[in-house]
Structure formats: structure tokens, C-alpha cells
């Protein structure tokens, strides 16, 4: 069963940073293309990051270039985003899922919260 836990997430201040974690467990992570996917209230969720299975080729949304960086450790089933320089319009409820997601592997997410 595929369990995917992210943690990290919290209240700071805009201009602030955070780093959030994916620890996955019941699937081949190293073989596995991941990302990031984040939901607003009231919004759709939506893509922020993707990384391919060895962590060579990302790919980040126009609205966090320069600003969110994406990667990962295979050695512990693990991926990350480290968010500098977080804005206002960056609160939500961050998931990571394969890329693109499979509606089963859904976790419960990390809520970021960013104030002005």
C-alpha cells in the first residue's frame, strides 16, 4: 500500500521559508517521477513542482520560479521543497504525489499559511 506522509508546513510570515518533506513508503521511489501539487481554499489544485526519478530534471510552475527549489533523496524514499521568498498567494495545502498523480496516493498534506 502506497503511503505518502507530508510534513513541514506551518505560519511564517511573508518574505519567510519554509521546507516541506515527503516521506514515501510502498513503492519503488527510486523509479518513480514526483511533484508537488498545492490546493488554496476555494481552489482547484494545482501543480507546483516535478522532479524525474533520479532528480536531474525538474520542472517548476511560472508562479514559483526562482523562488520554490525541488529535489529529492532516494536513500530515504524522501522528497522536498524548500519555499524562499513566500508570498501571500502561496497559502495552501501542499501534497506530493507521482507526477502525474494517481488519485489513490493522495495524503492528507501539510497546510501552509504565509501572512503579509
Given at each position: 500500500?502506497?503511503?505518502?506522509?507530508?510534513?513541514?508546513?506551518?505560519?511564517?510570515?511573508?518574505?519567510?521559508?519554509?521546507r516541506?518533506s515527503?516521506?514515501?513508503?510502498?513503492?519503488?521511489?527510486?523509479?518513480?517521477?514526483?511533484?508537488?501539487?498545492?490546493?488554496?481554499?476555494?481552489?482547484?489544485?494545482e501543480f507546483?513542482?516535478?522532479?524525474?526519478?533520479?532528480?536531474?530534471?525538474?520542472?517548476?510552475?511560472?508562479?514559483?520560479?526562482?523562488?520554490?527549489?525541488?529535489?529529492?533523496?532516494?536513500?530515504?524514499?524522501?522528497?522536498?521543497?524548500?519555499?524562499?521568498?513566500?508570498?501571500?498567494?502561496?497559502?495552501?495545502?501542499?501534497?506530493?504525489?507521482?507526477n502525474?498523480?494517481?488519485?489513490?496516493?493522495?495524503?492528507?498534506?501539510?497546510?501552509?499559511?504565509?501572512?503579509?
Amino acid at each position: 500500500q502506497v503511503q505518502l506522509v507530508e510534513s513541514g508546513g506551518g505560519l511564517v510570515q511573508a518574505g519567510g521559508s519554509l521546507r516541506l518533506s515527503c516521506a514515501a513508503s510502498g513503492l519503488p521511489f527510486d523509479i518513480v517521477g514526483m511533484g508537488w501539487f498545492r490546493q488554496a481554499p476555494g481552489k482547484e489544485r494545482e501543480f507546483v513542482a516535478s522532479i524525474n526519478y533520479s532528480g536531474r530534471i525538474t520542472t517548476l510552475a511560472n508562479s514559483v520560479k526562482g523562488r520554490f527549489t525541488i529535489s529529492r533523496d532516494n536513500a530515504k524514499n524522501t522528497m522536498y521543497l524548500q519555499m524562499n521568498t513566500l508570498k501571500p498567494e502561496d497559502t495552501a495545502v501542499y501534497y506530493c504525489n507521482r507526477n502525474p498523480p494517481v488519485m489513490d496516493w493522495w495524503g492528507k498534506g501539510t497546510p501552509v499559511t504565509v501572512s503579509s
